[in-house]
C-alpha cells in the first residue's frame, strides 16, 4: 500500500471519528458551535493530522479555534479511545480554521456588496 493511501485512509478515519467527537460534545466545549471537520491532511508517518475545521455558525471563530486548542489533550485522548485498537499512535492533532469555506463566505460578502445596476429593458 503506498504511503499516500494509507495517510488517505488514516486521514478518513480521523475525520469521521473527530466529527463525531465534535458532533456529541459533552463537555460543552464548542458552546454548541456547529463544527465539521472539513479536511485531515496526515504527515507522512501518520504522527501529525493538520485538521481544518469549518465552523458555520460560530460567532467568534478565532474564539472557538482557541477553545478547541485548549482542550485538544482531551480531543486527542477521546480520539484515543476510539481508535487506539486501529492506530499505532495516535497523532498530534494541529487545528486550522478550513479557508475554503472562509473565502466562499468572503466572496459570498463581496458579490452581495457590489452595485450592479438594474438591467434596462429597450
Avoid: C, W
Avoid at 94 to 99: P, V
Amino acid at each position: 500500500m503506498s504511503g499516500t493511501t494509507r495517510q488517505q485512509k488514516y486521514a478518513k478515519l480521523i475525520q469521521k471519528e473527530l466529527s463525531d467527537i465534535f458532533q456529541r460534545d459533552k463537555r460543552g466545549i464548542l458552546d454548541n458551535a456547529f463544527i465539521s471537520i472539513a479536511d485531515v491532511r496526515m504527515n507522512p508517518d501518520l504522527s501529525v493530522a493538520k485538521i481544518y475545521i469549518s465552523m458555520l455558525l460560530a460567532k467568534d471563530k478565532e474564539k472557538t479555534l482557541e477553545k478547541i486548542n485548549k482542550h485538544k489533550s482531551e480531543i486527542r485522548k477521546a480520539l484515543g479511545d476510539k481508535i487506539g485498537k486501529q492506530v499505532r499512535i495516535v497523532p498530534e492533532l494541529i487545528f486550522f480554521k478550513d479557508e475554503v469555506e472562509e473565502n466562499a463566505t468572503r466572496m459570498d460578502d463581496l458579490i452581495k456588496n457590489l452595485h450592479i445596476p438594474p438591467e434596462q429593458k429597450s
